[in-house]
């Protein structure tokens, strides 16, 4: 089960780029919820606490249970806002959801028994092409990261989405190709080594 984690907000009168200036200024951040077959919600987060859950592991995979004016709304955050320079949130988008709803989250992988495969064994590295998966997924089961194992992987291997055994009931966006989540690569010096053995071979 995805984490749920509960969040205050403050109603907001009204949209706009002036009101929404005045709402930063009062060191809150603009947001709204929409979807669910509801009319949008125009509200405000407090800057420190928002910013506080925004750095942890896992934000656009977590829950939000948002309570303002006395009704909580169930939410996936959807989107961030950013200021170019500062880097500091200027608008959140968060969409209605229930357990069931399916949506399309980014989910980082995660790699383990790194120490059963002969090409790590051997001085090979690791090398990540996909750091996160693009999947669909029910609201209510966004795992916090898929888990892959480099057992039996040997240099010059790569690991395919086909060879991941997905969460029950994930499913990767794409499906029209058989993509590349990380290769084992040799390291210079084992590369010059095999180099030197083919040149030997060869004379």
Request: charged share 25%; net charge negative.
């Amino acid at each position: 089960m995805t984490q749920i984690v509960p969040l205050s907000a403050e109603a907001r009168d009204r949209a706009g780029k002036g009101t929404a200036r005045q709402t930063r200024r009062d060191g809150r951040i603009p947001a709204v919820i929409y979807g669910g077959k509801q009319a949008p919600i125009m509200i405000s987060l407090e800057k420190f606490t928002f910013t506080r859950v925004l750095n942890q592991a896992g934000f656009f995979t977590h829950l939000f249970d948002i309570t303002v004016d006395g009704a909580t709304h169930r939410v996936l955050p959807r989107d961030v806002q950013f200021h170019p320079v500062t880097d500091v949130p200027l608008h959140v988008d968060f969409l209605r959801v229930s357990t069931e709803t399916r949506t399309t989250v980014q989910v980082p992988v995660e790699f383990v028994d790194q120490e059963k495969s002969p090409g790590l064994k051997r001085g090979g590295v690791l090398n990540i092409v996909r750091h996160e998966l693009d999947v669909t997924v029910s609201a209510g089961n966004i795992p916090e990261q898929i888990t892959i194992s480099c057992e039996g992987y040997d240099v010059g291997d790569s690991i395919h989405i086909s060879s991941v055994k997905l969460p029950e009931g994930v499913a990767s966006t794409i499906t029209d190709r058989d993509f590349t989540i990380a290769t084992i690569v040799a390291p210079s010096g084992l590369k010059s080594e095999e180099g030197e053995a083919t040149e030997a071979a060869a004379s």
